[in-house]
């Protein structure tokens, strides 16, 4: 039941919204529908830890620990961007940037509350759909709802970015597509399997050592391929810097942060198959190899950017290819360390985001040139957990993603990826050295005229809130939340 | 009337229509008009749709029939429909200009072909039960998933990017039904839907791309890098 409201809430939602007729409506149906949806995730995430996994209609819809965590993140980030949108929406209203090509301004506040729910809606399907094939259905719509959430300011530039998105997208998925009709023939002769339970990963995973070997190992390959496309791991990562860039904040910030999460969710349960069919090497191995490669990929990006959003979507691509790393590393480490990084990084760079458009709208632009600095003065709060946000995100200690790198380098140490573990610590000094560089001369750096900001609740609310969570879980992280990270993990480890 | 209960016969004509299947695919490759390519994907569609009826009516699996439908249905009428009627109303050139001249696309199309053939054959299990169907349609899916790809990187106009997306589309469509008679309908209804959506995404944005086109400014595009 709980499951079923979880989806049934955002697209209500955003069918309310498409027919609502004022502004205040609909952003009072988003607020309250993702406030809701986050209340629901956190109950069924009570319900997991308290019961165990949970399904319904036959398991159909099915979630266990990690679905529930991957719910969570989602709905919480939803539920930030939903209470950000408000302001964000209403100072583009305000300056006139609706205006450009004579869409009327309610237009526009349609598309984005209306969308916005069936892109959350898609997500939280991913994480509920035990089904591998509706997964890959869910996947892709969230790349279908989301393309017109990139083109929403109507530039020439954004209309290159949603089409590189969707194609790159759609090809990427195609293969998934494939993968995930190979690991249904692998699993095709045993008793019972063409039914449609034959293609759920909860009976597949129960039989996995007598999955055909030859197809897993190229259903992995493809699966790999479509869903790190998604995830944007490098070489499939160039659409991800146009869309980041160009999608409004709040879907950029869930875009970079729950979508992702769901990209990486989808190839840990293409990773819990294959490891449990073929052994954790040959999974591990490929997923090392492209996890690297994110990461390298996205060095020299950051160090020579000069768009400040641009350089946060080069960082997600690193940040999602340590996470394919940690993956790659396996065991009970580095499985844990994978499900950490994934809820700090949820925090972390939802919060960069919305950071990163408040400094947008208040200088009319995202390059760091023209900023030329100063941001502490203008706007001190901005300012201040911008660079917060930023030291957090690099590794710096006391902050949490500190302690989950750490927790990698460990696991690959223990496990003997020596050169990985090199790579890792090289290409980490690099990110490093960059996106402080960068960030910290945007923040702190001389600066030009311009006035101190006016204060805005909309605008300093939701940033302070997030800052506040990435504090805390620097130091304390909630038993129950460490539960259900160590609940997550375990899934992946089996056992 | 004997023929159409006799297995043999069946897996003749299903091999048969693969082969045709392949066949206007690599005419997709040859084909520089634009109308035509998006005629020929109809028929290839149709003939999918005839696969799956055929493997449904040979196996007496009444569930394919569905996924047929919907085959014909969506792709073979609705989707070429839509996409003629996008040709029509935003007036663009109908040659395709191919990266790769046509000769040499067809060469290669020719060596992916053999190149799907041998990882076929890495599938093909004699022992696993009723799989008499598999093991050419296997080839000739994995063929149309490769030159699907080829397509797609040899192809600089929007539109017939769309159509080979739509191609790899169908690639996997057919090793679904030759491997496993079929996605589970439920997972197969989702997929058509997708794909019903994407083409009318990607069509919305192919018109405003081109609307954009008159006046583009290429410094403009250039931001979009690094």
């Not at chain 1, 039989?207 to 197809?215: E, F, G, N």
Request: aromatic residues 10%; glycine residues 10%; charged residues 10%.
């Amino acid at each position: 039941m709980l499951l079923l409201l979880l989806l049934v809430v955002p697209l209500a939602a955003g069918a309310v919204s498409a027919l609502a007729r004022t502004r205040r409506t609909m952003e009072t149906v988003n607020l309250a529908a993702f406030g809701l949806g986050f209340a629901l995730s956190l109950a069924l995430a009570a319900q997991v830890l308290s019961a165990g996994p949970v399904s319904l209609w036959g398991g159909f819809l099915y979630a266990d620990h990690l679905s529930a965590l991957v719910c969570l993140l989602t709905g919480s980030v939803a539920l930030v961007c939903s209470a950000y949108a408000v302001g964000y929406l209403r100072e583009d209203e305000r300056s006139g940037i609706f205006d450009e090509d004579g869409i009327a301004g309610i237009a526009q506040f349609r598309k984005y509350y209306s969308l916005t729910p069936l892109f959350v809606f898609a997500m939280l399907l991913v994480a509920l759909a035990n089904n591998l094939g509706v997964m890959w259905v869910a996947i892709e719509a969230t790349t279908l709802a989301s393309v017109f959430l990139v083109t929403f300011h109507g530039r020439v530039t954004s209309l290159e970015a949603a089409w590189k998105y969707a194609i790159i997208g759609g090809v990427g998925l195609s293969m998934a597509l494939f993968g995930t009709v190979l690991a249904y023939y692998s699993g095709h002769h045993l008793p019972g399997s063409d039914t449609l339970a034959g293609l759920n990963w909860s009976v597949l995973a129960g039989h996995a050592a007598q999955l055909d070997k030859t197809t897993m190992r190229l259903a992995f390959i493809l699966a790999l391929l479509g869903y790190g496309t998604k995830a944007g791991l490098a070489p499939m990562h160039t659409w991800k810097p146009d869309a980041y860039s160009e999608a409004p904040v709040p879907s950029a910030a869930l875009l970079s942060s729950a979508t992702l999460n769901c990209a990486l969710y989808g190839l840990v349960r293409f990773y819990v198959l294959t490891s449990r069919c073929l052994g954790a090497e040959y999974p591990g191995g490929l997923l090392l190899v492209f996890g690297m490669l994110s990461m390298g990929i996205s060095v020299p990006f950051v160090l020579v950017q000069k768009n400040f959003r641009r350089l946060l979507a080069y960082h997600t691509i690193d940040h999602a290819g340590i996470m394919v790393t940690a993956l790659g590393i396996g065991g009970r480490l580095g499985a844990l360390a994978l499900m950490l990084h994934m809820t700090y990084h949820t925090v972390a760079k939802s919060l960069l985001f919305l950071c990163a458009g408040n400094v947008q709208q208040q200088f009319r632009t995202d390059l760091f040139d023209k900023v030329k600095g100063g941001v502490i003065r203008v706007m001190p709060v901005t300012g201040t957990v911008f660079l917060m946000a930023m030291l957090a995100i690099v590794g710096m200690p006391p902050f949490s993603l500190f302690q989950s790198e750490f927790l990698i380098v460990r696991a690959a140490f223990d496990a003997g990826h020596y050169v990985p573990t090199v790579l890792f610590i090289l290409f980490g000094t690099g990110i490093f050295a960059g996106a402080l560089l960068h960030v910290g001369g945007l923040v702190l750096g001389q600066g030009g005229e311009q006035p101190a900001a006016t204060v805005h609740p909309w605008r300093d609310l939701p940033i302070l809130a997030l800052a506040a969570i990435l504090a805390v879980i620097g130091f304390w992280l909630p038993a129950p939340l460490l539960d259900l990270i160590r609940g997550a993990a375990l899934v992946v480890t089996g056992g | 009337m004997d023929l159409l209960q006799n297995p043999e016969f069946g897996d003749k004509m299903v091999t048969l229509m693969a082969a045709l299947v392949l066949v206007l695919q690599i005419a997709m490759v040859g084909q520089r008009w634009l109308v035509m390519n998006i005629r020929l994907f109809g028929a290839q569609s149709f003939l999918l749709g005839a696969i799956a009826a055929a493997i449904a009516w040979y196996n007496h699996a009444p569930h394919i029939y569905a996924a047929a439908g919907m085959t014909v249905a969506v792709k073979a009428i609705l989707v070429p429909i839509l996409l003629e009627r996008l040709v029509d109303r935003i007036d663009i050139q109908h040659e395709i200009a191919p990266i790769i001249n046509v000769p040499l696309s067809i060469v290669i199309s020719g060596g992916l072909t053999l190149v799907a053939y041998t990882v076929g054959e890495s599938f093909y299990h004699p022992h696993a039960r009723e799989a008499s169907l598999g093991h050419n349609t296997l080839a000739v899916a994995i063929s149309l998933f490769l030159i699907g790809f080829f397509m797609m990187l040899n192809r600089r106009k929007a539109l017939t990017q769309v159509l080979a997306l739509l191609t790899l589309e169908n690639g996997v469509f057919l090793a679904a039904i030759c491997l496993t008679y079929g996605m589970p309908l439920i997972v197969e209804i989702g997929v058509f839907f997708d794909v019903l959506v994407a083409v009318l995404v990607l069509g919305i944005l192919v018109f405003r791309i081109r609307e954009s086109f008159e006046s583009m400014d290429v410094s403009k595009l250039r931001r979009l890098r690094g």
